[in-house]
């Protein structure tokens, strides 16, 4: 006869018949067009914040597109097989997400690595000067001497 332990009888949360969760009224309401507005806003915030590489995000996508996700989410979608470099400019063209570093001017940083107390260069998009700008920081120049 196997015997039978405290631990063993306990019923966790996730087990329990009611599970209902406030905010799932929410969820219930939401068109499958706005479902997948959402889900595109997820995928392109966790890929802009570098959560997600672009490989998985147009996995992610083409998969609920074919199980039948609604809205941009489709657009974003990329079908197995492709390279990284394809989903990354994939990704890219769908949202745009390049577009707007076409006017910025990257600058090389040179920065220090703790872990093995290296140094590195990053490449870091800064915005271009005005000539407002570059003149301010020319007269200065002037006056201080340099």
């Not at 219930?28 to 890929?47: N, S």
């Not at 809205?71 to 390279?83: H, N, R, T, Y």
């Not at 990354?88 to 997400?97: E, N, Q, Y």
């Not at 076409?102 to 600058?107: F, S």
Request: hydrophobic share 35%; proline share 5%; with cysteine.
């Amino acid at each position: 006869m196997a015997s039978s332990h405290s631990w063993s009888r306990k019923v966790h949360s996730w087990q329990a018949e009611d599970r209902a969760d406030p905010d799932d009224s929410d969820v219930e309401e939401i068109d499958p067009e706005d479902a997948g507005a959402q889900l595109l806003d997820l995928l392109v915030d966790f890929k802009v914040q570098g959560k997600l590489p672009a490989t998985n995000c147009c996995l992610s996508s083409c998969w609920a597109a074919r199980a039948g996700a609604a809205g941009g989410v489709q657009q974003l979608g990329k079908a197995p097989g492709a390279s990284s470099g394809h989903y990354s400019s994939h990704v890219d063209k769908v949202i745009g997400h390049r577009e707007s570093e076409k006017d910025l001017l990257w600058v090389d940083i040179p920065c220090y690595r703790p872990f093995d107390a290296g140094r590195y260069v990053r490449q870091v998009p800064v915005f271009r000067p005005t000539r407002s700008w570059l003149r301010s920081v020319l007269a200065i120049r002037v006056c201080i001497g340099s």
